[in-house]
């Protein structure tokens, strides 16, 4: 089956600071690449959907220039959290759209970032 | 715009038994995807089920079946024969056949299965 991997798992940053996270389809080429943030016992909020080789293209409410993504790769995207503050500690999850033989989104573990 | 309501925050069974999941979700497309997925633990989501509006006939995967009702728009998953494994959160989500980029997830249900 499809698999799509993370890293890191867990990241601790202090406020103000950069954090990337990278989301990698380690059997399969992605063109398509989705990132969600999920609150505490809430539901996967779709943040942006990333295109290889294209901009990315936003969700309504959410900051293009402070959460930066690149999908430099049919194998890679990443999502980097720039001047990060607390209240951007969240759990981000990455997904991954495999079209043969239908389309499907194959989700990764996803990313604890606890900004202090 | 599309939106998806689970309207059960948490639901609980016993071992061997069967439970439902409900979720109604509100749309103008005559065409879309519906799924359910499942949240362990690990928080990695695990597609359980999908179904096709423009099919009929119900979907099902081993013991996970759903009741699609397309005129009252509600998806409901049906979990027989529950596992201490099927303890989750299982979110139903909505994807238009049109626009492949979006999946729209209700705010889930957390299940509970009692030994």
């Known amino acids: 089956g499809a698999v799509v991997s993370q890293h890191p798992s867990r990241v601790i940053c202090k406020s103000g600071t950069s954090v990337k996270i990278e989301c990698r389809s380690l059997?399969?080429?992605?063109?398509?690449m989705f990132w969600y943030r999920q609150f505490p016992k809430q539901s996967l909020m779709l943040m942006a959907t990333?295109?290889?080789?294209?901009?990315?293209?936003?969700e309504q409410g959410v900051e293009k220039d402070k959460f930066l993504i690149n999908h430099a790769s049919l194998t890679l995207s990443t999502l980097t959290v720039t001047s990060a503050h607390p209240e951007d500690s969240s759990f981000y999850i990455c997904?991954?759209?495999?079209?043969?033989?239908?389309?499907?989104?194959?989700f990764g573990p996803g990313t604890r970032l606890t900004v202090t | 715009a599309q939106t998806v309501t689970q309207s059960q925050p948490e639901m609980s069974v016993q071992e061997a038994e069967t439970v439902t999941l409900s979720c109604t979700y509100d749309?103008?497309?005559?065409?879309?995807?519906l799924f359910w997925y499942k949240q362990p633990p690990s928080r990695q989501m695990i597609l359980v089920i999908r179904?096709?509006?423009?099919?009929?006939q119900n979907a099902t995967e081993n013991r996970f079946s759903v009741n699609f009702q397309k005129a009252a728009k509600s998806f409901s998953l049906k979990i027989s024969d529950s596992q201490l494994g099927d303890a989750a959160m299982y979110f139903c989500?909505?994807?238009?056949?049109?626009?492949?980029?979006?999946?729209?997830f209700g705010t889930g249900t957390r299940l509970q299965v009692f030994p």
């Open positions: 997904s991954a759209l495999v079209t043969v033989p239908r389309d499907e989104q194959y």
């Open positions: 059997d399969f080429q992605a063109t398509t």
């Open positions: 990333s295109n290889e080789g294209s901009k990315a293209t936003y």
């Open positions: 749309t103008s497309e005559s065409d879309y995807y």
């Open positions: 179904q096709e509006a423009y099919k009929q």
């Open positions: 989500a909505y994807r238009s056949l049109y626009n492949t980029d979006k999946l729209i």
